[in-house]
């Protein structure tokens, strides 16, 4: 079993960058896919980033191409979403999932209990 905890969420004016962590338990995080999900409220939680277990691979939704990155830190057993230019937009919950890379959800098997991300304008 997995277990995973974000942490980094903050308020934030426009423009401004956070970095998101996702520290992982359990031995099969390293050949676990790894994504990034944002809700806000009264929506639907939706694909922000995705990386591969080896972390050679990303996929990114198209609002945030440009702006974010996902990267891994498999020693450390740790997933990061550096997130710059951040918008009003960008405002959710984020959810970090271990699963099997995809840009779909119910790929993804595990899940955090998220971190508030506040952007104001």
């Known amino acids: 079993q997995v277990q995973l905890v974000e942490s980094g969420g903050a308020l934030v004016q426009a423009g401004g960058s956070l970095r998101l962590s996702c520290a992982a338990s359990?031995?099969?995080?390293?050949?676990?896919?790894m994504g990034w999900f944002r809700q806000a409220p009264g929506n639907e939680r939706e694909i922000v980033a995705a990386?591969?277990?080896?972390?050679?691979?990303?996929a990114y939704t198209d609002s945030v191409k440009g702006r974010f990155t996902i990267s891994r830190d498999n020693a450390k057993k740790t997933v990061y979403l550096q997130m710059n230019s951040l918008k009003p937009e960008d405002t959710a919950v984020y959810y970090c999932a271990a699963g099997t890379y995809s840009l779909r959800a119910n790929s993804y098997n595990y899940w955090g209990q998220g971190t508030q991300v506040i952007v104001s304008s």
């Open positions: 359990g031995r099969a995080f390293s050949w676990s896919a």
């Open positions: 990386i591969s277990g080896s972390g050679y691979d990303t």
